[in-house]
């Protein structure tokens, strides 16, 4: 099953990604590969990027690095707004708030759907 979906709604001016369970290394190789296929195509600073993380499990302390590193490209991106949207689980919460506020992503904004 592929872990991830990545949609351009040009509609919304937004870039829709799903994410679901968790990443091994092929599947963030591949992950990175289309999401830079899906910005290319769009002008970001006119863009939302919005996650949905509500299928998402709770990192492992492995993976905590290499998603940290998917941060670091949402930001250099340059969005306009990127929402991560989860289901009610405080450690993911907590666990996607770290991690933007140490890649200094400031247009970040976490929502519970």
């Known amino acids: 099953m ?3 979906d990545i949609n351009i709604v040009n509609d919304k001016n937004t870039i829709e ?3 679901r369970g968790s990443f091994e290394e092929e599947d ?3 992950f990175v590969r289309d999401y830079q296929s899906a910005v290319s ?3 970001v600073e006119d863009f939302t990027l919005e996650v949905d993380c509500t299928n ?3 990192l492992r302390q492995e993976m905590i690095p290499q998603l940290e590193n998917s941060f670091k490209m949402y930001k250099e991106s340059g969005f306009n707004i990127v929402q991560f949207n989860t289901k009610s ?3 993911l919460k907590l666990q996607l708030h770290r991690l933007a506020r140490n890649v200094g ?9």
């Open 2 to 4: 592929k872990k991830y």
């Open 56 to 58: 998402m499990d709770i």
């Open 17 to 19: 990604i799903e994410v």
């Open 41 to 43: 195509a769009v002008n």
């Open 89 to 91: 689980n405080a450690i």
């Open 105 to 113: 992503m400031k247009n970040a904004k976490i929502v519970e759907v």
């Open 28 to 30: 963030v190789q591949n």
